[in-house]
């Protein structure tokens, strides 16, 4: 094992956290705060990462009592100072940690490839993954998948590459208990509630995993105030979350639309939504935006239709609801820029434009499959001089642009795009920001409020678009 020091207190099950992205690092932190009734610690809790410069990186920022991702969220700010001080929470590259885990929860990537832009399934990196744990794990082991992964990977992938690895060890596959609890992990202002303070979906290769998952959850989530769900198999909880977030993105896409027509004859979106948002059933109703981003709406809708032909041999279910779902949101930011174009004349060529946000969701610093990285790559096609401002990014990977981290002189731009709901963003006094003359101010996402606006509108030297409007 690495030099990470060894903290195991020999009355505390050890518990690995494979993989500390945005997910797996939250997870490591709501265990490493769990506690019994005299308010001790009730895990040593080993989050693990591949050794490569990102994965270092976010094991030198645990082991520091840092979160390794820029976000908005106190209480997981709190959280991590209370976790470092008590000690119980480590990060390490090094697998041989697996071999002493009690518990472990696999927080990994599966990821989907494109081929001539059809999607395809890309198992070879996560199955390399459960190979590392079916290598190390003991005999009595619960392993709790909470990675978005096809139905059918519990029960046709995971479990018979811990039974090869298992029998090559002469060890029982069957002491070990293999559970799918899903994250419903929402990165921003309430990071660390929405996984100790929110529902949770849950099952088990047989009963007695999926009871050994329940009495690991209860203990790290207020299942008293969000009750646990049990569902029959593991096919039927990685089901659940890919059809969770298909139905989120589908209805996103459905509102776009409806977008194109109430700016086609010239009312507020926005307004009519909040109607209808009165009717109880209807309070969730998605609303036009810059795009959908993130690494989950962006690809798990392809996860039915992969599933059914790559893991259940299933050629004739077609999924063109969730298909059409991705390829619609995908273009949402190509909207925003061509009514960007079409008021500036019908060209971008050499205007300067700022970009007010590159991350994908508010309050959070992930740029993975931000819409933004699409508006940019377009943009720059079009001869633009580009600029990014976001509080909370600070490499922007995906493009290798420079961003600046705090809100500049709106001076010298042509357009001034809003694409990001960060709060900093709405608590700009535009009545009192000086702004040259001629500039577009852009609500690509509902960012700005409507007195901001009407401070906009109040200076008649200054143009205003929006999306939705």
């Known amino acids: 094992m690495d030099q990470t020091e060894n903290f195991k207190v020999l009355s505390r099950k050890r518990v690995c956290i494979q993989g500390l992205g945005f997910v797996g690092s939250a997870m490591a932190l709501a265990v490493a705060m769990a506690r019994n009734e005299s308010g001790d610690p009730l895990y040593d809790v080993m989050g693990i990462d591949v050794s490569n410069e990102e994965g270092k990186r976010r094991v030198g920022e645990i082991n520091k009592g840092l979160f390794p991702f820029e976000n908005n969220d106190e209480k997981l700010a709190e959280a ?23 518990v472990v929860i696999v927080d990994i ?20 993954a459960i190979h590392t744990l079916g290598r190390t794990i003991k005999e009595g082991c619960l392993v709790i998948v909470e990675t978005t992964v096809p139905p059918g990977t519990c029960e046709k992938i995971i479990y018979p590459i811990i039974c090869e690895e298992f029998s090559i060890r002469g060890l029982d596959a069957n002491k070990v208990y293999i559970a799918h609890s899903y994250e419903r992990v929402m990165p921003g202002k309430n990071y660390f509630d929405s996984i100790v303070n929110f529902w949770r979906v849950y099952s088990g290769r047989n009963k007695e995993s999926a009871e050994q998952c329940e009495l690991f959850l209860k203990t790290v989530i207020s299942t008293e105030d969000y009750p646990l769900t049990r569902l029959q198999s593991t096919t039927s ?13 589908t209805t996103i896409a459905f509102m776009e639309e409806w977008g194109r027509f109430a700016e086609a004859v010239g009312v507020d979106i926005y307004e009519i939504i909040d109607a209808i948002r009165m009717r109880p059933t209807h309070s969730n109703m998605r609303q036009p935006g810059f795009g959908v981003g993130g690494y989950c ?35 949402m930011p190509l909207v925003s820029l061509h009514k960007i174009q079409n008021i500036l004349g019908g060209s971008l060529n050499n205007k300067k434009i700022l970009l007010m946000g590159v991350s994908y969701r508010q309050d959070v610093g992930d740029t993975r499959y931000s819409p933004s990285e699409i508006f940019v790559k377009e943009a720059l096609k079009q001869g633009s001089i580009i600029e ?36 900093q ?7 009192k920001k000086e702004i040259s003359d001629g500039t577009l101010i852009f609500d690509a996402n509902r960012v700005l409020s409507k007195g901001q606006i009407e401070d906009i509108k109040q200076n008649r030297k200054i143009k205003f678009g929006s999306i939705g409007r």
């Open 297 to 331: 709406l962006t690809k798990d809708p392809y996860f039915g239709g992969l599933a059914a032909k790559d893991i259940f041999g299933l050629y004739d279910i077609e999924f063109p609801f969730s298909t059409q779902a991705v390829k619609t949101n995908n273009a």
């Open 80 to 102: 991590m100072t209370e976790a470092y001080k008590a000690g119980n929470l480590k990060a390490s590259t090094d697998i041989d940690y697996y071999k002493t885990a009690d």
């Open 425 to 431: 963003y709405t608590e700009i006094d535009f009545g």
């Open 109 to 128: 990537n599966l990821d989907i490839s494109y081929k001539d832009g059809d999607p395809i399934l890309d198992l070879e990196p996560f199955r390399h």
């Open 237 to 249: 909880t990685e089901l659940a979350k890919v059809l969770e977030n298909s139905y989120r993105a």
């Open 388 to 423: 990014c401002e976001d509080p909370l990014v600070t490499v922007w990977k995906e493009t290798n642009l420079p961003i600046i981290h705090t809100i500049p002189q709106f001076i010298g731009y042509d357009v001034i795009i809003f694409t990001v709901q960060h709060k």
